[in-house]
Structures are given as C-alpha cells and as structure tokens.
C-alpha cells in the first residue's frame, strides 16, 4: 500500500522527477508505466481501508488512485523532460 500512498504523494506534490529514474524502477520490477485496476482485489482493498485510517489525506477508493497516478504517468511517459 506503501508504494501506491507514495506515488499519489509525488503526484499530489508536483515534485519535479527524473522520469527515467521512475522508468526504470518500474521496469526493474517487470512492470508497465501503469497500474492495472485488474490487480484490485478485495484484500488489497481492504488493507488499502486499513492504511487509509492512519492517512486521512487519500482517496478511500483504491480504483481513484490508480485513476490519478496513471493520469500522471501517461503525462510522464509523454514528456521529453523533467517532470
């Protein structure tokens, strides 16, 4: 849940990032510049509910926030430069 929570922060924050550097994380652990909602299931639903209750500041619902990182990675993916 740690790493979703993260991603939506550096979203939310407008942080200026290497997007190489997220690049290859993302290929380093064999993953697209994307999260699949298909990987939601009812238990990570529910430890996102339980990770929520420390962090009043996120979304309740799991689907908006790979909603909204994959908005800002599609945006990434698209820029040349630091984003």
């Known amino acids: 849940m ?3 929570d993260d991603l939506f922060r550096i979203k939310k924050s407008k942080i200026a990032i290497d ?5 290859r994380l993302f290929e380093s652990k064999g993953l697209d510049f994307d999260l699949k909602k ?3 299931s009812e238990e990570m639903n529910k430890r ?3 990770h929520i209750k420390n ?4 979304p309740s619902n799991l689907e908006e ?3 909204e990182i994959n908005d800002w990675l599609l945006s990434l993916k698209k ?3 630091r984003e």
């Open 2 to 4: 740690k790493d979703y």
């Open 19 to 23: 997007r190489s550097i997220l690049k």
């Open 38 to 40: 298909s990987w939601i």
């Open 48 to 50: 996102w509910q339980k």
């Open 55 to 58: 962090y009043h500041d996120l």
């Open 65 to 67: 926030v790979f909603e």
């Open 79 to 81: 820029s040349k430069t």
